[in-house]
């Protein structure tokens, strides 16, 4: 905590009445982070110009490459993202559902919109894998 402390300068006492511990820190961190790349996705997904493909795409870009670089650029990245860790895993299983279902939402819409034709491929939007 000291460390973190120095970082934001702010003393260890100011940062307790905000945390409990750096577990809770880490915590909101990562969600923090989850938030702000699936609302990125989101938008991605939503934009009235272009197509499902290049929606899709930019969702992927806006959710994954900043978690990527993080992941590349932290010793702890790692577990920013791990759906495994023992502090942040329902976070980031949850954050992973919540993106799959958007996904899902935008590839319903654009059937629904005949933008892609799933049943070229014999495949429903509704079909469970």
Same mark, same amino acid.
């Given at each position: ?8 300068? %702010?003393?260890?006492? /100011?940062?307790?009445?905000?945390? =409990?511990?750096?577990?809770? $820190?880490?915590?909101? $961190? +990562? =969600? ?5 790349? *699936? ?5 991605? !997904? ?10 899709? *795409?930019?969702?992927? &870009?806006?959710? %994954? $490459?900043?978690?990527? @670089?993080? +992941? ?6 790692? &577990? !920013? ?6 502090? @942040? #895993?329902?976070?980031?299983?949850? @954050? $992973? @559902? ?5 996904? #899902?939402?935008?590839?319903?819409? #654009?059937?629904?919109?005949? =933008? ?5 491929? &014999? !495949?429903?939007?509704? =079909?469970? /894998?």
């Amino acid at each position: 905590m000291t460390d973190i402390a120095k970082q934001v300068n %702010m003393s260890r006492t /100011s940062i307790y009445q905000h945390f =409990e511990n750096k577990e809770a $820190i880490f915590c909101t $961190i +990562v =969600e923090q982070l989850h938030q702000e790349t *699936l609302t990125q996705a989101a938008t991605a !997904l939503n934009q009235q110009q272009g197509t499902i493909t290049q929606h899709i *795409l930019e969702a992927f &870009e806006s959710r %994954m $490459i900043v978690l990527f @670089a993080l +992941v590349a650029d932290s010793i702890h990245g790692n &577990e !920013l993202t791990d759906i495994n860790s023992r502090v @942040a #895993a329902k976070i980031n299983r949850d @954050a $992973i @559902a919540d993106f799959t279902q958007m996904l #899902a939402q935008a590839i319903e819409t #654009a059937v629904s919109q005949s =933008e892609i034709q799933l049943s070229r491929f &014999e !495949l429903s939007p509704f =079909e469970n /894998s």
